[in-house]
């Protein structure tokens, strides 16, 4: 079984950086990627950023140059941290971790975070 959890969330003012981690754990072997995704109020998830292998990453256009998604342990995949910077109030939102494998293609979902960017 699986589990994802993330974490980092948190109140930041406009303007400051926040860290998530997430950690993909049980007898899963290596996940082929991970990916960050946001939950606005009253919006629909949206994805924001991937990670394959060691380096292999890419960012949707709302988080290009804010946000850099990496490694907190670069020996394995099950991990991802995203480090978001020049934080705006329509950052605002809950922040999910999906953890994709090559026998889970779907994916598996951390319960996610509340990330809340103040004015």
């Known amino acids: 079984q699986v589990q994802v959890v993330e974490s980092g969330g948190g109140l930041v003012e406009e303007g400051g950086s926040l860290r998530l981690s997430c950690q993909a754990s049980?007898?899963?072997?290596?996940?082929?990627?991970m990916a960050w995704y946001r939950q606005a109020p009253g919006k629909e998830r949206e994805w924001l950023a991937g990670?394959?292998?060691?380096?292999?990453?890419?960012?949707a256009e709302a988080v290009k140059g804010r946000f850099t998604i990496s490694r907190d342990n670069p020996r394995n995949t099950n991990n991802a941290a995203l480090q978001m910077n020049s934080l705006k109030q329509e950052d605002t939102g809950v922040y999910y971790c999906?953890?994709?494998?090559?026998?889970?293609?779907?994916?598996?979902w951390g319960q996610g975070t509340q990330v809340t960017v103040s004015s």
């Open positions: 049980g007898s899963i072997g290596s996940a082929t990627a």
């Open positions: 990670i394959a292998g060691s380096r292999t990453t890419k960012y």
């Open positions: 999906k953890a994709v494998f090559s026998w889970v293609p779907e994916g598996v």
